[in-house]
């Protein structure tokens, strides 16, 4: 049996981002049992022009995929990608403008270069799913790029925007088979005008064929983006009436988020949302919920400011019908607003639905101090009961680091970062490593880093069933080798 997944958007120069130099890369997991060959066509958006690629991929190993790796490819190039293989595969897509050799803005002192990561997406559909969209709101705005992931062309996919119980409509020009197109709030028409300015919505996209989709956030008026949130689009198969939300903060380190939830139910739908802080000395802990009502279609925002100040909690979000949910991180208005000269940094994640669940995670990429970036992984026990997790880490080089069994209470989430120090949120969970510890020494670190060596895979093994978001950032934290924006993606859930 084939395996397949769509990555939407693998482009070097989307025409509507702000400024250029951007450019792609891919990390492909394999996590079946034994070796596989995958295959990776990619399409230009604008011609029928495509790229092939291929590569042997172990178990539990990966390929890393960027643009220069195309040697024909134009540094005009935009497109979507797809990739397929005979063991199960996964993928997770970064989108950038970071100088690197001769990719990105060209200087390497430009103000914050923006980043963003996505899941690619395994189970295309006729109906594509975006509890959050922008015309300008706030100074930003939303992007959408659909991909046709069947076998035939599609003449048109319909777009319907609602913003403010308004509704809006855009019609693509055709899609080749494998191909993508762009789609912006701008462009959509009800009652004869465009959405209004400063209005914030969501988004339902259907076609003929099966489709991809990713979204991506920018600062409308930037002319070099410096900001970049991006997360795939939800199908009916990822809509549930129970979700969870893995990191959720109100000014922890600064950071503050919003949970987007949108009700893809025929009817309006009450909507709980409860958190549950992690205990620590500026937080509480215990829970707090807090319930509201959304129409058919239409989307609502849960602030965290009903958190405890300082705190970081997980969630989980339910209702008496069908949702999807994303949650969107920033730095605090008020920490902006006492560092003026300081650049915002956001990001942004889809909720996992209840019926996807596992006691497995595969993480395709997690860095430690690779090329300046470091990554943290928060687990979300989503069950009643306290939790037993392992986590292995795989480098390119073969070398493999297991931690011994962790536990995480009932419903808590914890977050793994900074691994050869063994710091994580809350230490009295952490046991240290299974054998040999990742050690700067081990990866082979120096004052620059610890480069190829410090990029890994992860899978994570529970006794109970555990959801899971990586985060990425640079580092160290404090005084970083380089400038770049946050981003994240949703773990992917195994099953035996």
Not at 54 to 69: A, L
Not at 136 to 160: E, L, R, S, V, W
Not at 258 to 277: A, E, F, K, M, R
Not at 391 to 403: E, I, P
Request: include cysteine; proline fraction near 6%; charged fraction near 10%.
């Amino acid at each position: 049996m084939m395996f397949a997944f769509i990555a939407s958007t693998a482009f070097a120069q989307p025409s509507l981002l702000p400024g250029y130099g951007w450019w792609f890369g891919m990390q492909i997991q394999n996590v079946g049992s034994s070796s596989t060959t995958v295959y990776l066509n990619t399409y230009d958006a604008a011609s029928s022009t495509y790229y092939l690629k291929n590569r042997s991929v172990g178990p539990k190993e990966y390929w890393n995929v960027i643009s220069s790796d195309f040697s024909s490819m134009p540094l005009s190039f935009q497109g979507s990608s797809k990739a397929n293989a005979q063991q199960d595969i996964r993928a997770i897509v970064n989108t950038t403008n970071r100088y690197i050799s001769s990719l990105g803005l060209g200087d390497p002192e430009s103000p914050s270069p923006a980043a963003g990561q996505y899941q690619a997406m395994r189970h295309p559909s006729t109906t594509l799913r975006f509890p959050l969209a922008k015309n300008d709101y706030y100074g930003k705005t939303t992007t959408f790029y659909i991909q046709n992931a069947g076998d035939a062309a599609i003449n048109t996919a319909y777009a319907t925007f609602i913003f403010n119980g308004t509704t809006y409509y855009y019609n693509t020009p055709p899609i080749g088979a494998g191909q993508m197109v762009e789609i912006v709030p701008r462009d959509a028409i009800g009652g004869g005008e465009q959405p209004p300015v400063n209005s914030v919505g969501s988004l339902t996209v259907t076609a003929s064929e099966p489709l991809a989709g990713v979204v991506m956030e920018k600062l409308t008026s930037e002319s070099h983006a410096t900001l970049l949130q991006t997360t795939r689009a939800f199908t009916p198969a990822d809509a549930d009436t129970i979700l969870y939300a893995p990191i959720n903060k109100n000014d922890y380190h600064n950071r503050f988020t919003g949970i987007q939830v949108q009700n893809v139910d025929s009817s309006g739908l009450s909507v709980t949302v409860t958190y549950y802080q992690t205990y620590d000395l500026l937080c509480p802990g215990g829970s707090v919920s807090i319930t509201d009502y959304i129409p058919p279609n239409e989307s609502l925002t849960f602030d965290s400011f009903y958190l405890g100040e300082h705190c970081f909690a997980s969630a989980k979000i339910q209702a008496n019908g069908q949702i999807v949910a994303t949650v969107n991180e920033a730095f605090s208005s008020s920490f902006m607003s006492s560092h003026p000269g300081h650049a915002q940094e956001a990001t942004i994640y889809s909720v996992i639905p209840n019926h996807v669940v596992s006691k497995n995670l595969s993480v395709p990429i997690f860095k430690e101090d690779s090329y300046s970036k470091q990554s943290g992984l928060s687990i979300q026990n989503v069950s009643g009961s306290n939790a037993s997790v392992v986590a292995t880490f795989k480098n390119a080089s073969g070398q493999v680091f297991t931690t011994n069994p962790m536990i995480i209470p009932a419903r808590q989430a914890i977050v793994l970062f900074e691994l050869r120090g063994l710091d994580q949120l809350n230490p009295t969970w952490w046991n240290g490593w299974s054998g040999a510890p990742m050690t700067s020494t081990a990866l082979g670190c120096n004052s620059s880093g610890c480069g190829a060596n410090g990029l890994f895979s992860v899978t994570v093994t529970s006794n109970q069933s555990i959801v899971g978001i990586a985060n990425e950032s640079t580092y160290p934290v404090d005084a970083p080798r380089i400038l770049q924006d946050k981003s994240n993606y949703e773990a992917f859930n195994l099953y035996p």
